[in-house]
């Protein structure tokens, strides 16, 4: 396999670089508080905010099994005070760090091991979070796992799929469970279209030793807390799933927004049939313009039983259901949360090169009468990126109880500091104040090693950590002896989970900033 070729495919998650030497620059206008632009290899914090590592790639989390590759998505369960179980996302490798480029079955077989998630029970202990040992809790899902697809016909031929990989952010649901979403399973297993045709060929190839049907991924899958079972919810759709935001309908049904991260792509809506199920009910697809969701449901669309013979194949292939029926193509919709302010559903839009934008926003969803089922609504730009308020590449997100906004960008690696991107330094995270003082400010709080960037922001339940993913330091190594960050160990690059705590934080979170 071309090296070059794969690092360009990792590029478009925002994976490939070529950064220069260690040094700093403050070529964008910087807000007041935070820190400025960076590009050492260190995870840099504000004063009043320090971080430590909660777990890092290859750490053991019981007897058999490793935290896996690429943490992403964080997800916190909570058992009693101080006390839980969380979920971390691992999206995808980088052969280098695993067995290399080579495509063989040996290879293949070591990274099926890395993707998934993990389950981890974690307490404090003299003040300080830590992943407990041997808990009977702790589990990986991974590649090798064996899924069933939560509907009543099969999927390409099977009522089960084996593995989860590609699995970016996700979600909680009301009644206490995980959400995480398969995104970039094409880079895996290759894809098809509604006809069959191969429309695009892997680019790690396991589909060379392991046939998978490309249709047995890009879903939502739903995980128990304590006990890792799982299931592949078809109600919402198949896409490059990058989250599924849940929340309730004004008549207690159950809403699930969900965004497809790849240019042009749509922004769907399910509404649940009840007030305690995401496996029954309706798939929407939002067109701006009118300010509609359009339905995918065939008997309601004439025009998708032109194309598709059961609703099955709508729900198999959505993105071409959504096209059909006239979604809007939109720049790359990531990461999705509710304003606890407002009730304003809102979208990051990372970027859309082609289309001429480089710097994303953040969309705000406005549903008529503040009811998240409703069918139509208003929409408007909440933030935007750019000089004036000192970030590029929106990505992930979160809310802490006084309406703040912290998130997270994914600046492509080729792009950092380079063109469009020059003087925003490293990846961040960020946080839009909302009140106070500073009211309208962007606060770069913390910024990420090379080739770095953060994503799956939480909360603890007393939101005194934040728990941040340090996503894939050091991508574009070409081999282990000329690597590009030693973050976090001095050696070869890990992902790792970190905490971030301290003064800054508590005064940002109680509104006293």
Known sequence: MDRRQFLQF???????ATLPGCSTTSKVTQPMLGIAPSLEDKLLTADGLNYKILIRWGDQINKTQKFGYNNDFIAFH?????HGLMWVNHEYVNPVFIGGYERTKANVDRERFEVGGSILEVKKDNGEWKVIPDSQYNRRLDSYTKIPFAWNEKIAGSKIAEGTMGNC??????????????????????????KGNKTEDSWLKWNKFYPMPPQHYGWVVEVEPKTGKAKKLISLGRCAHECAAVTKAKNGK????????TNDEHFYKFISDTDNSLEKGKLYVA??????????????????????????????FAREAAKIVGATPLDRPEDIEFDPLTGNVLVTLTNNKPKKNYLGSILKIMEDNNDPGSLTFKHDTFLAGGKEN?????????????????????????????????????????????????????????????????????????????????????EVSENKEKLTSHWPDGDIPRPAVVMLEGPLLNSIVSGNL
């Not at 952010?169 to 509604?194: I, K, R």
């Not at 159950?254 to 991260?261: C, E, H």
């Not at 960008?409 to 839009?432: P, R």
């Not at 500073?438 to 080739?451: K, Y």
């Open 78 to 82: 909570p058992l009693e005070k101080d």
């Open 390 to 474: 000192g970030f590029a590449c929106p990505d992930n997100m979160i809310f802490d109880p006084k309406g703040n906004l912290w998130f997270t960008t994914d600046m492509s690696g080729t792009d950092i500091n380079n063109g469009h991107y020059e003087g925003y330094g490293n990846n961040g995270l960020y946080v839009f104040i909302r009140s106070g003082e500073h009211q309208g400010q962007v606060i770069r709080v913390a910024t990420a090693p090379i080739d770095a960037e953060f994503t799956g922001p939480c909360f603890s339940p007393d939101y005194k950590t934040l728990f941040l993913s340090v996503q894939h330091p050091g």
């Open 169 to 194: 952010a996700g979600g909680y649901t009301p009644w206490g469970t995980f959400l995480t979403c398969e995104e970039n399973y094409d880079m895996f297993w290759g894809e098809v279209d509604s």
């Open 10 to 16: 990792l590029g478009v998650s925002g994976v490939l």
């Open 287 to 316: 067109n701006l313009e009118q300010g509609k969701w359009l339905s995918l449901d065939i008997e309601d669309q004439p025009v998708l039983k032109k194309h598709f013979k059961t609703q099955t194949d709508v729900q198999i």
């Open 254 to 261: 159950i809403v699930a927004y969900t965004g497809d991260d």
